[in-house]
């Protein structure tokens, strides 16, 4: 079952510029986070933002969370080359599972 | 360093050849998961473990089976693959357990590219 679906579906900005994606869900969560993932390559644990948190910062990431609107968003600040890659939000069950259910995630391109 | 590790990373093989793709961590995670990924679709959970001797289905798990005989180890095996399996597949693991009651961050291993043909 899809929770998280992110939005855009594809993002290309310069570098320098700031990248904000969005990740909107169904039901009531304990957690949400997100990852990245180079090409091809192993999904990377970037943020985790519990459901009483509001905003949470790590470094040029910047994550929010409004649980009465279900969606939350990743704002990248000061894009580089190297942020190129797909982000995707992940979101659990309030139930209590550990099972993360991934959106199709948000392609970022930065052009130099 | 912290780190879940399959193999092999590529893989090519025929309809019906059974296989497996080895699952390793080094973390004491209690939670594993397999997931495939396809284009358009997503990370999708084929099975998923709380601990040992422990496995659940998770979204996909026709056509899959996994064990789960040793806290370190999840091996994912199909016994007669064919080629809608073809994906890329990834194992995952977190410190999760039940107690907690909530998600926690999940180390990916590199993945697997499967082919069937």
């Known amino acids: 079952s899809q929770q998280g679906e992110e939005d855009p579906q594809a993002l290309s900005i310069q570098e320098g510029e700031n990248a904000t994606m969005n990740c909107s869900y169904k039901?009531?969560?304990?957690?949400l986070q997100w990852y990245r993932q180079n090409s091809g390559r192993g999904l990377v644990h970037l943020i985790l933002?519990?459901?009483?948190?509001r905003e949470k910062h790590s470094g040029r990431l910047r994550v929010t969370l409004d649980t009465s609107k279900k969606s939350s968003s990743l704002l990248i600040t000061a894009s580089r080359a190297a942020d190129t890659a797909s982000y995707f939000c992940?979101?659990?069950?309030?139930?209590?599972?550990?099972?993360?259910?991934f959106g199709q995630g948000t392609r970022l391109t930065i052009n130099p | 360093e912290a780190q879940v590790t399959q193999n092999p990373r590529y893989l090519i093989t025929v309809t019906g050849k059974k296989l497996t793709v080895t699952c390793s961590q080094n973390?004491?995670?209690?939670?594993m998961s397999w997931y495939r990924q396809d284009p358009g679709l997503g990370l999708r959970q084929i099975y998923y473990?709380?601990?040992?001797?422990?496995?659940d289905k998770g979204d996909v798990p026709e056509g899959y089976k996994v064990s789960r005989k040793e806290k370190r180890n999840f091996p994912l095996i199909l016994e007669s693959p064919s080629p809608n399996q073809t994906s890329l597949y990834f194992c995952?693991?977190?410190?999760?357990?039940?107690?907690?009651?909530?998600?926690?961050?999940?180390?990916f291993g590199q993945g697997t590219r499967l082919t069937v043909v």
């Open positions: 995952a693991s977190s410190l999760s357990t039940p107690s907690r009651g909530r998600s926690d961050e999940a180390f």
């Open positions: 039901t009531s969560i304990n957690n």
């Open positions: 933002i519990r459901s009483n948190e």
């Open positions: 992940a979101t659990d069950n309030h139930q209590g599972a550990q099972k993360l259910v």
């Open positions: 973390m004491n995670h209690e939670y």
């Open positions: 473990s709380m601990n040992v001797e422990v496995t």
